[in-house]
């Protein structure tokens, strides 16, 4: 679902265990008109969640985006069969999102355990350049924009696109240059790897599709509630803007 003014809405996470109905019903209540779906609540429901999310869009004025797997699916997994697996999960979440006219699919970008030599290092951001190029390939053929995300860095790991230059090689690096291709600014991980969020913007302003909305104190990404979301979103752009908390109350919070 394309969007021709900016979308404000709320991540769909693993720990919430209300209905797709019951969440936008929640958002609806306070203002907000977006979904994210994370690929972790899809997989831990009972039943099909297209049908009801369907008969939301189809009811409501919402629109919706898609988060792909993260949680032990490494993009850049040394391991081929793994790494196959890894790309196999995102373009279910695409095949998802294409069936509702989804706006996007967020992608995370695979890291470098740092306690490893530098060929081993190398070789990982190898697997996972390959896997962003297939599943941007793919995201075209589907016609559902694949958005690259800012990891938040970490002391034991060395995330592909955790800074502006990390990011900037990444994309550069890519044998693939596709309109499908956009980014999803996370100020939370941004924040916590010590990058002011403004530099992002000045650097991919154009590309970035997907705003995901958090805080925390610089140390930690703990995805507390974030009052002043709206400004920051009007200086970033983008079309889909995220609130990612882990409790329902927080997003209250947010918007309150």
Do not use: W
């Amino acid at each position: 679902m394309s969007a021709e003014s900016p979308r404000f809405g709320a991540s769909l996470d693993v720990r919430f265990e209300e209905s797709i109905a019951e969440f936008a019903s929640f958002l609806e209540h306070h203002g907000l008109n977006h979904i994210e779906v994370r690929q972790g609540y899809v997989d831990v429901q009972d039943g099909d969640v297209l049908a009801p999310l369907e008969n939301v869009l189809a009811s409501r004025d919402f629109s919706v985006t898609f988060h792909a797997p993260h949680i032990d699916c490494a993009m850049g997994n040394r391991n081929e069969r793994l790494r196959n697996a890894a790309v196999e999960g995102v373009k279910h979440t695409l095949d998802m999102a294409t069936a509702v006219d989804a706006g996007g699919v967020v992608v995370h970008g695979g890291s470098s355990r740092v306690r490893y030599p530098a060929h081993v290092q190398a070789r990982s951001r190898e697997q996972a350049l390959r896997s962003i190029e297939e599943c941007t390939r793919y995201a075209a053929d589907v016609g559902v924009p694949l958005c690259l995300e800012n990891s938040r860095d970490k002391s034991s790991e060395r995330r592909h696109t955790a800074t502006p230059d990390r990011m900037a090689a990444f994309l550069s690096d890519l044998d693939i240059d596709s309109e499908y291709l956009r980014l999803t600014l996370d100020v939370g991980h941004a924040k916590a790897s010590g990058v002011p969020y403004e530099r992002f913007v000045d650097r991919f302003g154009d590309r970035i599709h997907v705003l995901h909305l958090h805080d925390n104190d610089g140390t930690a990404d703990d995805h507390e509630p974030l009052s002043g979301y709206r400004e920051i979103a009007a200086h970033v752009g983008a079309t889909y803007n995220v609130l990612e908390m882990k409790a329902l109350s927080d997003i209250a919070a947010c918007v309150a």
